[in-house]
């Protein structure tokens, strides 16, 4: 059973920045695609960034430019690069980790961007 555990969040001022990570154990991390998620309150989870196996990358069109989503495979750990943050990336961020779907999950890391 994997494990993911994110970091990284906290309170930043619009226009700053924050990167966040996602650490994982208990299983081959190389081999799955990782992604991040985020849900602001009264609002669905919604999509981010992801990361496969060998780099490829895709995102959200909200965060195009601003974030970058990259791997460390010797360190098990995912990160997202959060730059010109805005008041509405304000929400839980979480790393999903899975084959094609994604079926383990961390608990959440917050981020509140304050205008």
């Known amino acids: 059973q994997v494990q993911l555990v994110e970091s990284g969040g906290g309170l930043v001022q619009a226009g700053g920045s924050l990167s966040l990570s996602c650490a994982a154990s208990g299983r081959t991390f190389s081999s799955y695609r990782v992604g991040w998620y985020r849900q602001a309150p009264g609002k669905e989870r919604e999509f981010v960034a992801v990361?496969?196996?060998?780099?490829?990358?895709n995102y959200a069109d909200s965060v195009k430019g601003r974030f970058t989503i990259s791997r460390d495979n010797a360190k098990n750990t995912v990160y997202l690069q959060m730059n010109s943050l805005k008041p509405e990336d304000t929400a839980v961020y979480y790393c999903?980790?899975?084959?094609?779907?994604?079926?383990?999950w961390g608990q959440g890391t917050q981020v509140t961007v304050s205008s």
């Open positions: 990361i496969s196996w060998n780099g490829y990358t």
């Open positions: 999903g980790l899975g084959t094609y779907a994604f079926d383990s």
